[in-house]
């Protein structure tokens, strides 16, 4: 009967883990990009404040990816108050990430970037690779 017992103590605290585990899902969103465009990257972190406001921004996990021409917008001179609220953006933890690849292709280096942003070597792989990992895309 003890034996009986403790299997049903472990099946439940079992039960309640699972419940728990459940509770601590994260959502992922990943936002594109690839135009030269202080309005899509507004767009991009107005989307992305609209998804932290809705999940609660602890429980979304967010990265814009900037490729191709959109490496432009965010050079270290970019129009005010875009420095402004990157760098307030990525305390909020909207992360930003920049291709290095088309950073390359445009003959600038990371010194000639926002400082609030990351790199990763290639956009499009970023947004492959994460889109495997089941990230929810959008371009807008």
């Given at each position: 009967m003890k034996?009986?017992?403790?299997?049903?103590?472990?099946?439940l605290?079992?039960?309640s883990?699972?419940?728990?585990?459940?509770?601590?899902?994260?959502e992922?969103l990943?936002i594109?990009?690839s135009?030269d465009?202080?309005?899509?990257?507004?767009a991009a972190?107005?989307?992305a404040?609209?998804v932290?406001?809705?999940?609660g921004?602890?429980n979304v996990e967010i990265?814009?990816v900037v490729?191709g021409?959109?490496v432009?917008?965010v050079?270290?001179y970019?129009p005010?108050?875009l420095?402004?609220r990157?760098k307030?953006e990525k305390y909020?933890?909207?992360r930003?990430v920049?291709?290095?690849?088309?950073?390359?292709a445009?003959k600038?280096?990371?010194?000639?970037m926002?400082?609030?942003v990351?790199?990763?070597?290639?956009?499009?792989?970023?947004?492959?690779e994460?889109q495997?990992l089941?990230?929810s895309?959008?371009?807008?």
């Open positions: 034996l009986k017992s403790y299997a049903l103590i472990l099946l605290a079992g039960m883990l699972g419940g728990h585990a459940a509770e601590q899902v994260k992922h990943l594109q990009v135009e465009s202080v309005e899509r990257l507004n972190l107005n989307a404040k609209f932290q406001a809705q999940y921004a602890p990265e814009i490729f021409p959109g432009q917008t050079k270290y970019a005010k108050p420095p402004e990157v307030q909020n933890g909207i930003i920049v291709c290095d690849y088309s950073m390359r445009a600038l280096r990371p010194s000639d926002l400082r609030d990351s790199y990763v070597p290639s956009g499009v792989v970023e947004i492959m994460k495997k089941g990230w895309y959008v371009r807008p």
